[in-house]
C-alpha cells in the first residue's frame, strides 16, 4: 500500500545502534553478478539518488522487474540517516524480505529491487582469497589481517568464533603461510578423554600405563616443526592446562614413563566458540596459560555479519563439491540465501550446498522452492521492523510456525554436538522427540559422529 501523497512513514529495520546512521555505509549488489558499482550512501547530499531503468536515473538496473523510477535514497535531515523511498514501482521495494514504503536503512539490510539483491555494509570489497585457501569479502580481510601479518612469526595465535566460522581452515592457512616444514595437527580437546588427555598431547612409552602396549609420540612431538591446533582448549582438565603451560615455557615435552624432557618446535594455534577471557572468568581456564597462548587474537566474524559473501562462497562451494558446473540462479533465491542468519555459519552452506548437489542435481536454475522450509519462512513484521505493503496480522494473533527444523539442519547440529541428540536438539530448540522423529527412517550414523568428537 502506498503512502498519502505528500506524506512519509519511515520505519527503522533491525537493531540500529548508537552511531550505525552515520557509519559509511554502502549498497553493494550481490545480484546479479554484474559490473554494477555499490552505490555509496556516505556520498548522498541533498537531492535523493533515483534508482531505475531510467536513462536519467543517478544508479541504473536493467531487467525485469525493474521499474523506470523504481526507488529513491535520501538522507533524513532530522538525524542523518539514510533512506529508501519507494517510487511508486510496480514490484516495490523490499528490505530484509518484507514489501515497505519507506525504510531507515542499517548495516546487514538486505533490500530487493526487482531482479536486484544488495546489501547494505560498511565494509564493501571485492570476494577474493585472504588467506591461503580461505575465501570472503572486507570483512573476513579485516579481521583476519593481523593474522597475515604474524603467520612467519613463532607468536601463539588464539582463533574465537561461533561453531562453522572456519576456525580450522584459518589455522591452516596461518600454517600454509608460516613456512614451517613440518605438518600441522589438530587436536579436539574436547574428545580427548579426561584420564588419557595429558598421555595424548605429551606422549608415553610402552608400559607407561595400562593398555599402553605400545609407545606414541603425542600430539606435540607429532606436530614437530610444524603448527598444533588445540580446538576448545579450555575444555582441557586443569592439571593438564598446568602441563601445558610449562611445556610451552621449556619448550620441551616430558613424555610419560621416559625420564628425560624432549626439545620440540611447534607453532601453538588454540581456539574456541567462546572467549579465553570469559573461560578465565568462569574458572575453566588458567590465567597464566591465557598469558602464555595470548600472542594474537582473531575473532572470525559469523556469516550474517557479511552477507555479500554468503552468494559468492556459494558458488565457489558448489562449483568445488559438484561437477563443476555452476547452476543459474533466481532472485528469490539469492534473496532468501542472503536473508538467512546461518546460525552453523560456512559449515551449515557446505551441507546446504551438498543437499542441493544430491537433491536437485538436475536442475539448471536453483529457485526458492528447491530451499529447506526454514530458508522460506520470512521474518514478521515485528521481527524486521518493515511496514509490509498489505495488512498482516499482530504477532499476537499469528498461528505459530510449524517446528521448520528439516533434516539437514538436524545432521549439522548433531555433527557439531559431536552425535549427542539432547545437545542437537537444544541448538535447534527442539525437543529430543522432535528430533528422533526427524532422524526416523533416514541413514544417520550416532556412533560415528560420536567417534568424530569422542563423545562416549
Excluded at 579426561?194 to 606422549?203: R, S, T, V
Excluded at 568445488?320 to 540465501?337: M, Q
Excluded at 541428540?421 to 560415528?448: C, F, H, K, P
Aim: proline share 7%; with cysteine; net charge neutral.
Amino acid at each position: 500500500m502506498r503512502a498519502a501523497e505528500g506524506s512519509t512513514t519511515i520505519t527503522e529495520i533491525g537493531s540500529l545502534r548508537a552511531g550505525e546512521r552515520t557509519a559509511p555505509l554502502a549498497l553493494v549488489w550481490v545480484f546479479p553478478l554484474a559490473k554494477t558499482p555499490a552505490v555509496e550512501l556516505a556520498a548522498l547530499g541533498e537531492h535523493p539518488l533515483v534508482i531505475g531503468r531510467e536513462e536519467t536515473c543517478d544508479v541504473r538496473l536493467q531487467g525485469d522487474g525493474v521499474s523506470r523510477r523504481h526507488a529513491a535514497l535520501r538522507r533524513n535531515p532530522a538525524d542523518g540517516s539514510v533512506v529508501i523511498d519507494d517510487q511508486g514501482s510496480r514490484n516495490g521495494v523490499r528490505v530484509n524480505g518484507r514489501r515497505a514504503q519507506s525504510v531507515r536503512l542499517a548495516a546487514g539490510d538486505v533490500v530487493r529491487l526487482g531482479g536486484w539483491v544488495g546489501v547494505v555494509t560498511a565494509r564493501p570489497g571485492e570476494f577474493a582469497e585472504v588467506m591461503p585457501g580461505v575465501f570472503g569479502g572486507r570483512t573476513l580481510k579485516e579481521a583476519l589481517a593481523p593474522l597475515a601479518r604474524a603467520a612467519a612469526s613463532d607468536l601463539p595465535i588464539v582463533l574465537e568464533g561461533e561453531t562453522g566460522t572456519g576456525k580450522e581452515v584459518v589455522a591452516r592457512a596461518v600454517h600454509a603461510a608460516s613456512g614451517r616444514a613440518g605438518p600441522l595437527i589438530a587436536v579436539n580437546c574436547a574428545a580427548l578423554p579426561e584420564g588419557l588427555a595429558e598421555a595424548e598431547l605429551f606422549g608415553y612409552r610402552r608400559g607407561a600405563f595400562t593398555g599402553a602396549d605400545r609407545p606414541s609420540p603425542g600430539f606435540f612431538r607429532s606436530a614437530e616443526g610444524g603448527t598444533l591446533l588445540l580446538d576448545e582448549v579450555s575444555d582441557l582438565p586443569m592439571p593438564v592446562q598446568a602441563k601445558l603451560l610449562r611445556v610451552l615455557e621449556e619448550r620441551e615435552v616430558q613424555p610419560l614413563g621416559e625420564v628425560r624432557p624432549v626439545p620440540i618446535d611447534v607453532r601453538l594455534v588454540v581456539a574456541g566458540q567462546q572467549s579465553l577471557v570469559r573461560s578465565v572468568e568462569e574458572g575453566r581456564f588458567r590465567a597464566d596459560l591465557l598469558a602464555r597462548v595470548e600472542g594474537v587474537t582473531v575473532k572470525l566474524p559469523p556469516l550474517r555479519d557479511r552477507r555479500q559473501d554468503v552468494l559468492p562462497l556459494f558458488s565457489r562451494l558448489i562449483g568445488e563439491l559438484g561437477t563443476g558446473v555452476v547452476p543459474a540462479v533466481e532472485s528469490d533465491f539469492v534473496e532468501r540465501l542472503t536473508l538467512h542468519d546461518w546460525p552453523f555459519n560456512v559449515r551449515e552452506l557446505v551441507l546446504l550446498v551438498r543437499r542441493l548437489l544430491v537433491l536437485h542435481a538436475d536442475v539448471s536454475t536453483l529457485r526458492a522452492e528447491h530451499l529447506p522450509e526454514r530458508l522460506l519462512v520470512a521474518k514478521t513484521s515485528a521481527e524486521s521492523g518493515v511496514t509490509a505493503s498489505k495488512p498482516t496480522s499482530s504477532p499476537s494473533h499469528a498461528k505459530p510456525d510449524p517446528d521448520p527444523i528439516e533434516l539437514p539442519a538436524l545432521v549439522a547440529a548433531l555433527r557439531a554436538s559431536g552425535g549427542n541428540v539432547a545437545r542437537a536438539s537444544a541448538l535447534l530448540g527442539i525437543t529430543r522427540q522432535r528430533a528422533y522423529r526427524l532422524m526416523e527412517g533416514n541413514a544417520i550414523d550416532l556412533e560415528a559422529l560420536r567417534q568424530e568428537r569422542g563423545e562416549p
